[in-house]
């Protein structure tokens, strides 16, 4: 049975599909079949088969299993704003159960070690009137993995983050920092706090690499040990 695990993240643009990439990287790397599914995307291109988002690309060529774009990413919104506002610009609804059944359908076809599923902006981004990407992870029977983008503000984001990913009863299993601010005052202070306070172990904080930093170097900054002895 593949395990899976939730990528979310302290708001978007933090970072989250460039540390899947690097936890794909190194799943690979330790001999374990990997995938990297983004469920919904919101922003693209148009490419030689429609439009495409480059953070389900960056998930598609990281991983160890091989998927087509569809697999990787179901829902492809045009627009680059928040996913319930471009799906119903695009006429295309949004509800939990068919993004479940899509990321099931794929692991009873590839049957991977672990899959890692991406979120969309932060924990709570909504997906329609009701529903958040947060349920999605909660359908999965989730663990979840935080990405805390390293900027002023990230140490509120942060824990606000894990007392929700708790409240809605799911384990934080991990969390990595990712510096998407080269010039932050007292980052190493805040990473300090944030390896005191959040509850859940530290895959490393991986530095900055430039606008497209390769799989492999974000996965030389993580410890992922912890992340795979873990039932």
Same mark, same amino acid.
């Given at each position: 049975m593949s395990r899976i695990v939730f990528v979310t993240g302290t708001d978007t643009g933090v970072g989250?599909?460039?540390?899947?990439?690097?936890?794909?990287a190194a799943a690979g790397a330790a001999g374990l079949r990997a995938v990297g599914l983004k469920p919904v995307a919101a922003g693209g291109f148009a490419g030689d088969d429609g439009w495409v988002n480059e953070d389900a690309l960056l998930l598609q060529s990281a991983a160890s299993v091989p998927l087509t774009y569809a697999e990787v990413n179901p829902v492809m919104l045009p627009e680059a704003i928040a996913p319930h506002i471009a799906a119903v610009r695009a006429g295309r609804p949004l509800a939990v159960a068919p993004l479940a059944a899509a990321v099931r359908d794929v #692991? @009873?076809?590839?049957?991977?070690?672990? @899959?890692?599923?991406?979120?969309?902006?932060?924990? #709570?981004?909504?997906?329609?009137?009701?529903e958040t990407l947060a349920d999605l992870a909660v359908a999965l029977g989730a663990d979840v993995v935080l990405v805390a983008g390293l900027r002023l503000g990230c140490l509120n984001h942060s824990l606000l983050t894990a007392v929700a990913v708790a409240g809605a009863g799911l384990r934080l299993v991990a969390w990595a920092g990712n510096v998407i601010d080269p010039d932050m005052p007292v980052r190493d202070e805040n990473v300090a706090t944030l390896r005191a306070r959040l509850p859940a172990p530290c895959l490393g904080v991986v530095p900055w690499l430039g606008q497209a930093p390769r799989p492999a170097a974000v996965a030389a900054a993580l410890e992922t040990g912890s992340l795979w002895s873990r039932p």
């Open positions: 989250k599909s460039v540390v899947t990439a690097g936890l794909l #692991l @009873a076809r590839h049957q991977p070690d672990i @899959a890692f599923v991406e979120g969309a902006g932060g924990w #709570l981004c909504p997906l329609n009137d009701r």
